[in-house]
Nanobody, 122 residues
Framework: QVQLVESGGGLVQAGGSLRLSCAAS????????MGWFRQAPGKEREFVAA????????YYADSVKGRFTISRDNAKKMMYLQMNSLNVEDTAVYYC???????????????WGQGTQVTVSS
């Protein structure tokens, strides 16, 4: 079993920043590719960012490219999503995920956190 727990969500004003964290436990963290997804009420879950198991390759949705940065610290078994220049459209529940291969598709990930709410006010 792999457990993932997100933290760092909250309420922020448009133009502000938040850093989300994902703590992993249960199995070797460095063996997994990691990703961030988000879902707003009534909408489909969408890809945000992903990082390879080594950490040398990163991928971003066009909507967040240049504003969000994904990173990981294998020694600490942590993954992060630094979110800058937030806007109202970024409001969603954010989920971290782990899988055997880096992917933009949610079904390629085997383990998921419980989600953390990010709300951006205008």
């Amino acid at each position: 079993q792999v457990q993932l727990v997100e933290s760092g969500g909250g309420l922020v004003q448009a133009g502000g920043s938040l850093r989300l964290s994902c703590a992993a436990s249960g199995r070797t963290f460095s063996s997994y590719a990691m990703g961030w997804f988000r879902q707003a009420p009534g909408k489909e879950r969408e890809f945000v960012a992903a990082i390879s198991w080594i950490g040398g390759s990163t991928y971003y949705a066009d909507s967040v490219k240049g504003r969000f940065t994904i990173s990981r610290d294998n020694a600490k078994k942590m993954m992060y999503l630094q979110m800058n220049s937030l806007n109202v459209e970024d409001t969603a529940v954010y989920y971290c995920a782990a899988g055997g291969i880096v992917s933009r598709g949610q079904y390629q990930y085997d383990y998921w956190g419980q989600g953390t709410q990010v709300t951006v006010s205008s």
